[in-house]
């Protein structure tokens, strides 16, 4: 069993910036794919970013150019970075997680999900 944690959210003004973390935890052999996703009220959930192993990147073009996925393969733990925060990023944010387990089989796990939001 894998638990993913994530942390760092809270109330930000526009133009400000917050890190996200996910911090995963238990039983597995390797974290492959992670991903950032983000669901707001009467929305439907989101892929963010998303960030292989080896550190390739693929983002929203709604975040392009604001926000930043990043990993830490020792710590087993991912960031999302987000600069210049907009009311329309306030949302619910996940992290997501393929995990390959000792006998190598693929399995994807969620994050609680940290509040997002962007208010004056």
């Known amino acids: 069993q894998v638990r993913l944690v994530e942390s760092g959210g809270g109330l930000v003004q526009p133009g400000g910036s917050l890190r996200l973390s996910c911090a995963a935890s238990?039983?597995?052999?390797?974290?492959?794919?992670v991903g950032w996703y983000r669901q707001a009220p009467g929305k439907q959930r989101e892929l963010v970013a998303a960030?292989?192993?080896?550190?390739?990147?693929d983002y929203a073009d709604s975040v392009k150019g604001r926000f930043t996925i990043s990993r830490d393969n020792v710590k087993n733990t991912m960031y999302l970075h987000m600069n210049s925060l907009k009311p329309e990023d306030t949302a619910v944010y996940y992290c997501?997680?393929?995990?390959?387990?000792?006998?190598?089989?693929?399995?994807?796990?969620w994050g609680q999900g940290t509040q997002v939001t962007v208010s004056s």
């Open positions: 238990g039983s597995f052999f390797s974290i492959t794919v």
């Open positions: 960030i292989s192993r080896s550190g390739s990147t």
């Open positions: 997501n997680a393929d995990v390959l387990n000792a006998e190598g089989v693929r399995l994807n796990y």
